[in-house]
Nanobody
Framework: VQLQASGGGLVQVGGSLTLSCAASGRTVSGYVMGWFRQAPGKEREFVAAISWNGGSTYYAGSVKGRFTISRDNAKNTVYLQMNSLKPEDTDVYYC??????????????????????WGQGTLVTVSS
């Protein structure tokens, strides 16, 4: 599975941005998909995850209520809608895939080690 994240860019505080993660190589309809972010010199941080059919989602406390993860299995794509962006949301955002039908999505999905495949990252910069 190859993952290609896109949609990053420069946005002002309070603005919105939607990231996309397109999968290729095989269908990811049987995969848990996650978004993580990482700043230079820091550990990779969990952002959100979604179950194989989109029926269960889970968010980090820092983004809950502002970010929405969704997926379109027909397009083999996962999205991260980010609203009310803050300077502290500035990071490189990565999508990841874990072959699993496990649901519901809870804290177990927070660990980067859970995931089998990773995209290359897309930079989000929130300016004040």
């Amino acid at each position: 599975v190859q993952l290609q994240a896109s949609g990053g860019g420069l946005v002002q505080v309070g603005g919105s941005l939607t990231l996309s993660c397109a999968a290729s190589g095989r269908t990811v309809s049987g995969y848990v998909m996650g978004w993580f972010r990482q700043a230079p010199g820091k550990e990779r941080e969990f952002v959100a995850a979604i179950s194989w059919n989109g029926g269960s989602t889970y968010y980090a406390g820092s983004v809950k209520g502002r970010f929405t993860i969704s997926r379109d299995n027909a397009k083999n794509t996962v999205y991260l809608q980010m609203n009310s962006l803050k300077p502290e949301d500035t990071d490189v955002y990565y999508c990841a895939a874990k072959e699993s039908y496990r649901s519901p999505i809870t804290s177990w999905a927070r660990g980067p080690y859970e995931y089998d495949y990773w995209g290359q990252g897309t930079l989000v910069t929130v300016s004040s």
